[in-house]
């Protein structure tokens, strides 16, 4: 075994599956709908494949939309004619609207790191680039879906709880069905287009080797996945936008946190680990503790790739350069980062809640309504480990340096932003209920 495949194995190994910087954030979803939507189209079972079994879909790349999008001037004047003289400019800010961000990109993104929200089910695509010289053949394999999603399907798929995957394999199915919308012929449309059409029917499905590789280690945050997982699908009262934007932003955050949790299983951590999050608007010395413990988080995630490798005697992975071992810990701050959980990509950074991962947390883990009080101590502290307020902070022990009031203050800033999000009903006997029924 060389040196590469060594470090991979052990990433592997540490983790469940590939983790690395460029599958973070959006991607790990980006997969996951692709995997989903591709056995739908191959009538294949969702979430149900026998244990040893191989992986099996089948994939599209919607590379025509994707280069339209990003430099029609690519496209053949024959391929361009099937647009109309009038409609080029119209359909290309149809698909900027549908387009993925990419957190931390300063250069304009080639079409190959153009992906589309899979908001209808004829929109989830799989990963494509040019390979080949001077011909600039589409090659539909791996490039940014590094195995994030993979990972989370086998999380998935591995629940011991049936009544829960049941509930999560129909409500992911009724995701990625067909549709009968106008944005779904459209996408239908632009696959007929592609390098290898989506309606071409492939002999051989494609067998995953990663996902086939991944395994499910068991951590709080595995159980967290599948819990919310089910609460989002089970939303079926809210548009199919809000349950695949939820599932977006949801999804990551697990994955990276599982990540996490796997590291302190390597390193054998008995203390449960707590981390500080800075809801407030400006500056607070809360800021700071958040920053101690994201820089711990870190070093624990690049650590225990260290200490498994000497546990397996691969000290020769120690001796030379440590890329082996900088890419998970880059897919775990890059892809918080992205979702929302960290204040930037880069720089001085603390953990955080954006809106849009607040109120995926919520849709996942508050299926009714439950008092402001209760949804901090019993579903951010309790479930997800996260220190907001004062009450909190001194069942974590993390009351000492920084005074309570901050922490009461930074628990304001959330009632602000779930109050923004229409996500907190205040009563007139100061009661604050957290929950949808507002929206």
């Known amino acids: 075994m060389n040196r590469k495949e060594a470090g991979e194995r052990t990433v592997k190994e540490a983790f469940g599956g590939a983790l690395y910087q460029q599958g973070r954030g959006f991607y790990v979803s980006l997969e996951l709908f692709a995997m989903l939507r591709g056995m739908h189209e191959a009538d294949l079972p969702l979430l149900a494949e026998e244990k040893g079994q191989p992986i099996?879909?089948?994939?599209?790349?919607?590379?025509?939309?994707?280069?339209?999008?990003?430099?029609?001037?690519?496209?053949?004047?024959?391929?361009?004619?099937?647009?109309?003289?009038?409609?080029?400019?119209?359909?290309?800010?149809?698909?900027?609207?549908?387009?993925?961000?990419?957190?931390?990109?300063?250069?304009?993104?080639?079409?190959?790191?153009?992906?589309?929200?899979?908001?209808?089910?004829?929109?989830?695509?799989?990963?494509?680039?040019?390979?080949?010289?001077?011909?600039?053949?589409?090659?539909?394999?791996?490039?940014?879906?590094?195995?994030?999603?993979?990972?989370?399907?086998?999380?998935?798929?591995?629940?011991?709880?049936?009544?829960?995957?049941?509930?999560?394999?129909?409500?992911l199915r009724a995701l990625v069905a067909p549709s009968d919308t106008q944005l779904a012929r459209l996408a239908r449309e632009f696959s007929k287009l592609d390098a290898e059409p989506a309606d071409k029917r492939q002999p051989d499905l494609f067998e995953d080797s990663v996902a086939a590789e991944t395994k499910a280690i068991d951590t709080v945050w595995a159980e967290i996945l599948r819990d919310g997982v089910a609460g989002i699908v089970r939303r079926t009262s809210l548009t199919s936008s809000r349950r695949i934007d939820a599932l977006m932003h949801f999804v990551p955050l697990c994955i990276a946190m599982h990540e996490l949790a796997c590291a302190d299983r390597v390193l054998e951590s008995r203390d449960a680990r707590t981390i500080v999050v800075d809801t407030s608007p400006g500056p607070t010395p809360i800021r700071r503790l958040s920053r101690e413990d994201l820089a711990a988080a870190v070093g624990v995630v690049y650590e225990s790739l260290g200490v498994l490798a000497r546990k397996n005697g691969n000290e020769l992975l120690l001796q030379q350069s440590q890329a082996w071992r900088e890419g998970p810990r880059t897919f775990f701050t890059t892809t918080l980062g992205a979702i929302g959980a960290l204040n930037a990509m880069v720089g001085q950074r603390h953990f955080r809640l954006a809106p849009p991962l607040l109120e995926a947390i919520v849709l996942a883990l508050v299926p009714g309504e439950q008092t402001l009080e209760s949804f901090v101590e019993y579903v951010l502290f309790e479930r997800l480990q996260f220190v907001v307020d004062g009450r909190t902070a001194d069942r974590a022990g993390r009351v000492g340096d920084v005074d309570r009031g901050a922490f009461d203050q930074n628990a304001a800033g959330l009632a602000t932003t779930l109050r923004e999000l229409g996500l907190l009903r205040e009563y007139s006997d100061a009661t604050r209920m957290v929950g949808t029924r507002a929206l």
């Open 56 to 171: 099996r879909y089948r994939r599209r790349s919607h590379d025509f939309a994707r280069r339209l999008l990003a430099d029609p001037a690519e496209l053949s004047a024959e391929q361009r004619s099937h647009l109309g003289s009038d409609a080029e400019s119209t359909l290309r800010s149809l698909l900027a609207g549908l387009t993925v961000p990419i957190p931390g990109m300063r250069a304009e993104p080639a079409w190959w790191n153009r992906h589309f929200f899979p908001y209808v089910g004829e929109l989830a695509h799989y990963d494509a680039v040019f390979r080949g010289r001077g011909t600039r053949r589409v090659s539909i394999e791996r490039y940014t879906y590094r195995g994030g999603g993979a990972l989370a399907y086998r999380l998935l798929r591995d629940d011991h709880d049936t009544v829960r995957l049941g509930t999560v394999r129909d409500g």
